[in-house]
């Protein structure tokens, strides 16, 4: 099952997992592809080894269903085989999860990351249920996805070890908890075998050096190849450098977090030049005072 998690197709599910925002053009909010190309290029360029689209960063949330597909669609249409393409699927309902995995499915996806939203508070047999359904659906792998503080559920690693061992296509992990004991309990449960994703970015360091198969992060699109320096850094024995290297991205991994991805990426994407837009609605464009702020981390980062 690992196996099928690290090769699909030929192609390697492992490093720096580049998360794109979804540009939108200023006023009217219609999704901007010229400018989502645009920032894949720059993310492939930067040495990203997969590329994933509709995550928190991409605003998922708040696209509408004609906006998600063009965004997936489109997506992997220019990534065009040069990496791995992950599609995110953050749904309330398992009906319409399924939906979004079988298109994700059908458009070319090499894997798809499944977060269950929830409204009401789910029991582990209906977080179990969510994803066997959307794995019955689908030939291509599923990243669980553990993000408590937006979608609202919190999963164990040993109840999502428990969905790997159970179901077909559930193969690998991104944990973003924050929580490094949790991706220690993962890797000493699994015996190193279940790949598990870091998804918290201010803990990028530990998460590496406790085994994690990638680190899955929007800081690509404001810091280039930083992310992936450290994570050749760690691969290749090099603890001075990674720690270097971390110190040097550590204030603009906290600033992003604490400051909303969307808003954060989107507002230092349009510091760089590429025209982004800003958030959707209810999000809010950072300040100016905290735009100040991230511009001085940016040219103090660079």
């Known amino acids: 099952m690992?196996?099928?998690?690290?090769?699909?197709?030929?192609?390697?599910?492992?490093?720096?997992?580049?998360?794109?925002?979804?540009p939108f053009f200023n006023g009217d909010e219609q999704v901007n592809l010229d400018a989502l190309?645009?920032?894949?290029?720059?993310?492939i360029d930067s040495g990203a080894n997969v590329i994933a689209a509709l995550g928190s960063a991409g605003e998922c949330a708040y696209l509408d269903d004609d906006e998600w597909k063009v965004v997936a669609s489109e997506t992997i249409k220019h990534v065009n085989g040069r990496v791995p393409v992950i599609i995110g699927i953050s749904e309330?309902?398992?009906?319409?999860?399924?939906?979004?995995?079988?298109?994700?499915?059908?458009?070319?996806?090499?894997?798809?990351?499944?977060?269950?939203?929830?409204?009401?508070?789910?029991?582990?047999?209906?977080?179990?249920?969510?994803?066997?359904?959307?794995?019955?659906?689908?030939?291509?792998?599923?990243?669980i996805y553990n993000n408590p503080t937006t979608c609202g559920v919190d999963m164990s690693p040993e109840?999502?070890?428990?969905?790997?061992?159970?179901?077909?296509?559930?193969?690998?992990?991104?944990?973003?908890?924050?929580d490094i004991q949790r991706m220690r309990t993962l890797h000493r449960l699994s015996n190193g075998?279940?790949?598990?994703?870091?998804?918290c970015n201010y803990i990028a360091l530990?998460?590496?050096?406790?085994?994690?198969?990638?680190?899955?992060?929007?800081?690509?699109?404001?810091?280039g190849d930083l992310p992936k320096q450290l994570f050749n850094a760690v691969k290749n024995s090099k603890p001075e450098k990674a720690k270097q290297l971390f110190e040097q991205q550590l204030p603009l991994l906290e600033f992003?977090?604490?400051?909303?991805?969307?808003?954060?990426v989107k507002a230092g994407l349009e510091m760089k030049g590429l025209n982004v837009g800003t958030a959707r609605r209810p999000l809010k464009p950072l300040t100016n005072e905290k735009k100040k702020v991230l511009e001085g981390i940016l040219k103090a980062t660079s």
């Open 256 to 264: 992003i977090v604490n400051g909303g991805l969307a808003s954060t």
């Open 37 to 43: 190309k645009l920032l894949i290029d720059e993310l």
């Open 92 to 143: 309330l309902t398992t009906k319409k999860a399924v939906e979004r995995a079988i298109f994700a499915n059908e458009i070319g996806a090499d894997a798809i990351m499944v977060s269950p939203f929830s409204y009401y508070r789910l029991s582990e047999d209906e977080i179990y249920d969510h994803y066997a359904v959307i794995s019955a659906a689908i030939s291509i792998p599923i990243m």
């Open 206 to 223: 530990d998460a590496l050096n406790t085994g994690a198969e990638g680190w899955c992060t929007a800081a690509p699109c404001l810091i």
């Open 193 to 199: 075998t279940v790949p598990f994703f870091n998804g």
């Open 159 to 178: 109840f999502m070890l428990s969905m790997v061992e159970n179901i077909e296509n559930a193969t690998m992990i991104k944990e973003s908890t924050g």
């Open 2 to 22: 690992c196996e099928l998690t690290l090769y699909m197709n030929n192609k390697l599910i492992s490093g720096i997992v580049a998360y794109t925002v979804t």
